[in-house]
């Protein structure tokens, strides 16, 4: 609605800050495209501020890097991804076809020009498979971590689950899902397909229409969301709602405070979970000083604090670049292998693939998909149909189904299956 309220001023020139954030991958590649077409026919200029490299690159006609308040790079878009070491070393990631693209250069393979989208990758590993006589094809790289949790005790139950909200509106219909004790699951789909919805059960921000929830065999439908909160963990997509002490250090110690803890615990707890999201030195400055990055980092900081069985958050990436997403995915990561149960609703489909171990796809308030990451992110068909696609380097291998398994996840595993086929 901001986007289009500002497009119809007609601008001759544009300014754009992280127009998509929070919108689904297809929902980007729109609004991206539309900017695109507005600045053909109104010969405008465009300034986007992104993160979002995958997307920006076979758009923009010209790159400008800037870290620490200075211009690093500045040049058509093929001449600054050529020096992707600087790139990923000040926390941005180069489309991931163009990363691949990199490291096969170093075992030989030539490139007519670096490939920045996947059109333009898929064309150029033909042209290198033909003239290298290449025919075998790899099989699938299916891994047990990617499998779904085995005779783990069930820690959410939810039973043909309805939600209807006060206007009207049917958010949820018929829900059927268990999670288990310990599991990483990642909750996707377009905007809209009723994942936030879905959680907020979890914890008793909102109560069935009909169906049940139950966390840990409690009935959440008889639980207030106070009695909820050190048992499930729930950031918010926006930090913003979830945030209202005036002071960092109060907003993170507002949990613990009202479990009753000592004072030293308290101090203990705040102390690390500011540390894990590296916030120690904002302590006792005002949240809303902050970026929207680092008060997300906040709001994940007070869930943390109070040491949750289960972890919710909801699109833990938004406003962070490439590192910082990383880094709090990482977090989750860990944290899940300590025995913490971690769910996360995204859309950022690359940072799933590399850390999420089940993926549960949502389309108008149902599930449509349920299995491993790996098994989900195969299925690009089906999943497009939630206005999501998997990362470029499980669509290359799809493409290049005749030499290529078709679920790849990383570029790690991409540049292996090449790098076998290339020896084979």
Do not use: W
């Amino acid at each position: 609605c901001a986007i289009a309220a500002f497009l119809a001023m007609r601008p001759e020139i544009m300014i754009l800050d992280e127009p998509t954030s929070n919108i689904d991958p297809i929902g980007s590649t729109s609004v991206f495209s539309v900017i695109t077409d507005l600045i053909k026919t109104m010969k405008g200029t465009c300034i986007i501020v992104e993160h979002k490299m995958e997307s920006l690159a076979p758009l923009v006609t010209r790159m400008v890097i800037v870290d620490g308040g200075r211009i690093l790079m500045d040049g058509p878009p093929r001449e600054v991804l050529e020096r992707m070491d600087e790139l990923l070393a000040i926390g941005l990631k180069p489309p991931q076809v163009t990363v691949l693209a990199k490291r096969l250069e170093q075992q030989g393979l030539r490139f007519d020009r670096l490939p920045l989208t996947l059109d333009e990758m898929v064309e150029s590993l033909r042209k290198n498979f033909e003239q290298r006589g290449v025919k075998t094809k790899i099989k699938n790289v299916r891994s047990s971590v990617q499998e779904r949790a085995e005779k783990a005790k069930s820690c959410i139950e939810v039973e043909r689950l309805v939600h209807r909200y006060p206007d009207g509106t049917v958010a949820l219909r018929g829900v059927n899902l268990e999670i288990a004790e310990g599991e990483f699951v990642g909750l996707i789909g377009q905007n809209g397909s009723g994942k936030t919805t879905l959680v907020k059960h979890f914890n008793a921000l909102l109560k069935p229409t009909e169906g049940n929830v139950k966390v840990f065999n409690v009935d959440t439908s008889a639980m207030s969301p106070d009695r909820m909160g050190h048992i499930v963990g729930y950031c918010f997509q926006n930090p913003d709602n979830q945030i209202f002490c005036n002071v960092v250090r109060d907003e993170i110690s507002y949990g613990p405070r009202n479990l009753d803890l000592p004072s030293k615990e308290i101090e203990r707890r705040v102390e690390e979970a500011a540390a894990q999201m590296e916030l120690t030195n904002v302590l006792d400055e005002d949240p809303y000083a902050l970026s929207l990055g680092q008060r997300l980092r906040i709001a994940v900081a007070s869930v943390l604090a109070m040491k949750p069985k289960v972890l919710i958050v909801d699109e833990p990436t938004t406003g962070q670049d490439y590192k910082r997403g990383k880094e709090i995915m990482d977090l989750i990561t860990k944290l899940n292998a300590e025995g913490t149960t971690a769910i996360v609703i995204t859309h950022d489909m690359n940072l799933c693939a590399e850390n999420v171990k089940r993926d549960v796809a949502m389309k108008d308030g149902q599930i449509l998909l349920d299995g491993s990451t790996r098994e989900v992110f195969s299925k690009a068909d089906i999943l497009s149909e939630t206005f999501l696609t998997p990362p470029q380097v499980t669509l290359l291998g799809q493409r290049l189904g005749e030499h290529l398994p078709d679920d790849i996840l990383t570029v790690d595993e991409a540049h292996e299956s090449i790098s076998k086929l290339l020896e084979s």
